[in-house]
């Protein structure tokens, strides 16, 4: 079986799982303990956090570690919309963003926030003209993510980031940076970032992993009561082992990342021009300012399950869309926001590369692809 479906999550990195045995075997002292094993685990969690900051170049105490980036997205946006209510209780976001940020800003609503969600283009990318149109005096965050996990965009996150900040130096800036590490270049410290989340899982790292960057100065309100681990801002007896197996994977991606995001690209540029030669395909991925690893298309009039199924029948792993939604059979939110019909929205496949994909597999992919679609076609025609 072939597995082109690394935006929903990848295969842990042997090397990682190897760490993390060890550390659950040998180092399993609590870091809140004032023995030897706990103070071993001090020392772990230190060093995690400062290859973790090294590798998003910013200071390791701007480190926070979480049970994934469902969790630093509902801290970042719920903690400091709740924080800084006193400035007040306006939340700008987009309409693309994960399922996290979007109930996120959901509950803030139900909590009595005001919400603005701005819409993208058929690229799925929005402006900063848009954002600073949609601040006002009681605006307190803005959550834009970097990469779309459905259709591989990029937001332009620098230019809102620097602009937002030229102009409204008071409003945060929080992003969603899970599917762009690794993968897309970002300057946290140079575009204006105050909150960046991150999943472990996406990059060879273990599940359940994650963490947030919080630029230092910006107050959060906790969202868990409990002890003072993680700065006060996160209780709870850090997942030590995972913890330092994130640092090895986010180590891992940063030294790889201009061969491996060049190589994924080549696979990507190969498999948009093979499937614009079927004519029935709708490729709702642009070709200019996406991912390297996020490939969306669509077959009008036919359920995106039903290739799914097909492709996995012929021995190919995709997704119909995030993973996290997949099971809804509702058109994409994402494609619809794109403007693309129902019928395309409710038949995207997305195909997702990884470090070991090569021409072969992809080659093996796109003859199931091509065959499976001309086998429907046939059926269509019999359907008339
Ligand atoms: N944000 C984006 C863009 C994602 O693709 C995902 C993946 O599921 C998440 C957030 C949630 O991450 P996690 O699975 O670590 O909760």
Redesign the pocket.
């Known amino acids: 079986n072939y597995y082109f479906d690394q ?3 990848t295969p842990p990195h042997p090397d990682v799982t190897r760490t993390i045995a060890e550390i659950m075997m040998q180092h399993y002292g609590n870091p809140s303990s004032l023995h030897q094993l706990g103070e071993a685990s001090v020392q772990l969690l230190r060093k995690a956090r400062e290859v973790c900051a090294e590798a998003l170049d910013v200071p390791p105490r701007t480190i926070l570690f979480t ?7 509902n801290l970042a946006i719920k903690g400091a919309a709740l924080q800084y209510s006193k400035r007040g209780r306006h939340i700008v976001t987009t309409a693309i ?5 979007y109930e996120s800003v959901k509950q803030l609503e139900a909590w009595g926030y005001e919400i603005t969600i701005l819409p993208v283009d058929q690229e799925g990318r929005i402006t900063p003209k848009q954002v600073l149109d949609a601040i006002r005096p009681d605006t307190t965050i803005v959550s834009v ?1 970097h ?3 459905e259709v591989g965009t990029i937001m332009p996150i620098q230019d809102i980031g620097l602009q937002l900040k030229t102009k409204y130096p008071r409003v945060l800036f929080h992003v ?1 940076g ?2 762009g590490f690794g993968k897309v270049p970002l300057n946290i410290k140079g575009s204006g970032i105050d909150l960046y ?1 991150l ?4 990059i060879y790292g273990p ?4 963490l947030l960057f919080v630029r230092e100065g910006v107050q959060l309100t906790p969202l868990l009561s409990g002890g003072s681990q993680e700065h006060g801002f996160r209780a709870g007896t850090e997942n030590v082992p995972q913890i330092v197996g994130m640092a090895k994977s986010m180590r891992m991606a940063v030294e790889g990342r201009i061969t491996v995001a060049e190589r994924m690209s080549h696979l990507k540029e190969s498999i948009m021009d093979q499937l614009e030669l079927i004519p029935e395909l709708v490729i709702n991925t642009p070709r200019e300012l996406t991912a390297p690893h996020i490939i969306n298309f669509s077959y009008p009039g036919m359920k995106g399950e039903v290739l799914l199924h097909m492709l996995e029948e012929a021995g190919f792993m995709v997704s119909t869309r ?3 939604s997949s099971k809804k059979s509702e058109p994409s939110g994402v494609l619809l926001a794109m403007g693309r019909t129902s019928a395309a929205a409710t038949s995207g496949i997305r195909i997702s590369l990884g470090n070991e994909h090569t021409d072969y597999e992809v080659g093996l992919l796109m003859e199931a692809i091509r065959s499976i679609v001309a086998r429907l076609r046939h059926w269509k025609g019999g359907q008339r």
């Open positions: 935006a929903a999550t049970s994934g980036a469902t969790e630093s997205n963003e994960h399922a996290s940020v993510m990469v779309n996990n969603d899970v599917q989340s999943s472990a899982h996406k599940k359940g992993t994650g995030s993973a996290c």
